[in-house]
């Protein structure tokens, strides 16, 4: 199979893009560098630098790929920006994705995976949250997933695109090789091990007063490389699903900070700031259905060896990427 990724270099989409290679198949990477890293494209893919905003470009492209799937990372991700910033939500996540499937049509290429998000269900009905639950983001980000979750399911009624929306929770931990890198840093893990590190004075913990049991949020960190694997177990679906994509498990971010300071055996001072908007106080994955209809199960559901995974790749590239 030749599959093109775009974000392939991006945190979790290097990561499957090292995944795919190392089934055998092929994979080119399309991305255009914003907040991906050259050095994280797995040397065995082809790279083409690109932009979806670029609607000739990724039409030229797919029609010369031709590829047997796309897996779609390329997004922007940031709860917050997406509550101060809305316009580049919509434009990347929406507009541009409809360059990529509207190219994808005129190529003939039927099989696609999408990144989607637990967001899209916004404040849930119920926790673990299954499929079924209403989705109501509350944040552009979300919304802006969720729309392209709509876009799709007119694409497969009308042009017979068969699309997976995997709904990742949070995706945490790294390969031995590619690891988590954004030029500017908001998530939780990466910013509590930057201060093992020495990079960072403290961490903020954003909000004590949820309704959870010590008052922070409460979230279901899955290991990268899990979530790789219901990609490669997507790509070969023959119809269209939506999968959520987590542990099961929860974990506060006063758990987090504390299983941090075991792994690094660094003190990790911790202070306590406002609530973040658009932040829901309990976010944890049933992702009962993905199990039984494609078999995934995620390998690591505790958040101590995700943490040390995570730990060992910054340790090892204290700077990340270096670009
Ligand atoms: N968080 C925090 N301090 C940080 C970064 C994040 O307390 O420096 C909290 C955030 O409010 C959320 C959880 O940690 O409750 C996970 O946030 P992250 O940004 O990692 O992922 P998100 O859930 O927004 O996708």
Not at 249 to 267: I, N, Y
């Amino acid at each position: 199979m030749k599959i093109l990724v775009t974000g392939g270099a991006g945190y979790i989409g290097s990561i499957c893009t090292e995944e795919i290679l190392n089934l055998g198949d092929s994979v080119v990477v399309f991305d255009n560098l914003t907040e991906g890293h050259r050095s994280a494209i797995d040397p065995r893919a082809k790279f083409v630098e690109g932009d979806l905003g670029d609607r000739d470009f990724i039409f030229k492209t797919l029609a010369e790929e031709k590829p047997d799937a796309v897996m779609h990372f390329a997004a922007n991700a940031l709860v917050g920006e997406s509550m101060t910033n809305p316009s580049k939500y919509f434009r990347n996540n929406v507009a541009y994705g409809i360059n990529l499937i509207d190219a994808m049509v005129d190529a003939g290429v039927k099989q696609f995976v999408f990144s989607s998000t637990c967001a899209t269900y916004g404040v849930p009905e119920r926790v673990p949250i299954d499929e079924r639950n209403p989705q109501r983001p509350i944040n552009p980000y979300g919304e802006s997933k969720l729309m392209f979750e709509h876009v799709l399911k007119w694409y497969e009624k009308i042009h017979g695109l068969v699309h997976v929306n995997l709904r990742y929770f949070n995706a945490a931990g790294a390969s031995e090789r590619f690891g988590e890198d954004h030029r500017i840093e908001t998530h939780l893990i990466p910013n509590v091990l930057k201060v093992a590190l020495g990079q960072r004075e403290r961490v903020d913990i954003f909000g004590d007063r949820y309704d959870t049991p010590d008052g922070t949020c409460i979230r279901d960190y899955i290991h990268v490389k899990d979530l790789a694997a219901a990609h490669l177990l997507a790509i070969g679906a023959k119809h269209s699903a939506s999968y959520n994509l987590g542990t099961g498990e929860g974990f506060s971010v006063q758990q987090v900070v504390d299983a941090a300071r075991k792994v690094t055996g660094h003190a990790i001072p911790a202070v306590v700031k406002e609530a973040r908007a658009g932040d829901p106080a309990r976010l944890i994955s049933s992702s009962l259905k993905i199990t039984a209809e494609l078999g995934w199960k995620p390998k690591l559901q505790r958040i101590q060896p995700i943490l040390e995974s995570a730990w060992a790749w910054h340790s090892k590239n204290p700077n990340g990427y270096g670009d």
